[in-house]
């Protein structure tokens, strides 16, 4: 059984980068033709994509953030990372980890809540 | 962007009620339209992937239909641990997107 853990600082200064590292265990990360992706959840608000990055290390990221985030994968370590610079108070969120199997997600982390504040 | 809207955005209901939930895409996606459950304090669940395949361990009581841009998730007979909110997520295009999500309360 896949399970994947988020890792990183709860809490961020405004205008610093965001860094999430995701550990996968109970299988290979460069095994078999997944997307690694993120996803984060405003705390009482819905789910937003903020991109993927395949096996081979191809991304795809959110427009809407694309100017600030990279994902890389880490296939020695079985881990995959999120960095989001520049963050201000609107980043704060409950960030996911999620495998992408085919195009729905069917295993999640638990969840990073993070905090932008000074 | 795709835009995916979902109706009710909150329902009050009954155990062994039968619910149903619409996504209505604003532009035809196919039947790359899937389903997510996330009770409180947990993470979502896969469902229902391609509109209308049950995700492995989902209970027979959930059911998803619909093509192009209407879509329907439907639970039968209702159980109290159904309690959540559920999401829709189209993976037609990028960015994928989501529903804004629609609360179930029992």
């Known amino acids: 059984q896949v399970q994947l853990q988020e890792s990183g600082p709860g809490l961020v200064k405004p205008s610093e980068t965001l860094s999430l590292t995701c550990t996968v265990s109970?299988?290979?990360?460069?095994?078999?033709?997944?997307?690694w992706t993120w996803i984060r959840q405003p705390a009482g608000k819905g789910l937003e994509w903020i991109g993927r990055?395949?096996?081979?290390?191809?991304?795809n990221y959110n427009p809407s953030l694309k100017s600030r985030v990279t994902i890389s994968i880490d296939t020695s370590e079985n881990q995959f990372s999120l960095k989001l610079s520049s963050v201000t108070a609107a980043d704060s969120a409950l960030y996911y980890c999620?495998?992408?199997?085919?195009?729905?997600?069917?295993?999640w982390g638990q969840g990073a809540l993070v905090t932008v504040s000074s | 962007e795709i835009v995916l809207t979902q109706s009710p955005a909150f329902q009050s209901v009954t155990p062994k009620e039968k619910v149903t939930i619409t996504c209505r895409a604003s532009?035809?996606?196919?039947?790359?339209l899937h389903w997510y459950q996330q009770k409180p304090d947990q993470s979502p669940k896969l469902l229902i992937k391609?509109?209308?395949q049950s995700f492995s361990g989902v209970p027979s009581r959930f059911s998803g239909s619909g093509s192009g841009t209407d879509f329907t998730l439907t639970i039968n007979s209702l159980e109290a641990e159904d309690a959540a909110t559920y999401y829709c997520?189209?993976?037609?295009?990028?960015?994928?997107?989501f529903g804004q999500g629609t609360k179930l309360e029992i």
């Open positions: 999620a495998r992408a199997s085919a195009v729905c997600f069917d295993y």
């Open positions: 109970g299988g290979s990360i460069s095994t078999g033709s997944y997307y």
């Open positions: 990055i395949s096996t081979s290390g191809n991304t």
């Open positions: 532009q035809s996606i196919g039947n790359t």
């Open positions: 391609y509109a209308s």
């Open positions: 997520h189209q993976s037609s295009s990028l960015p994928y997107t």
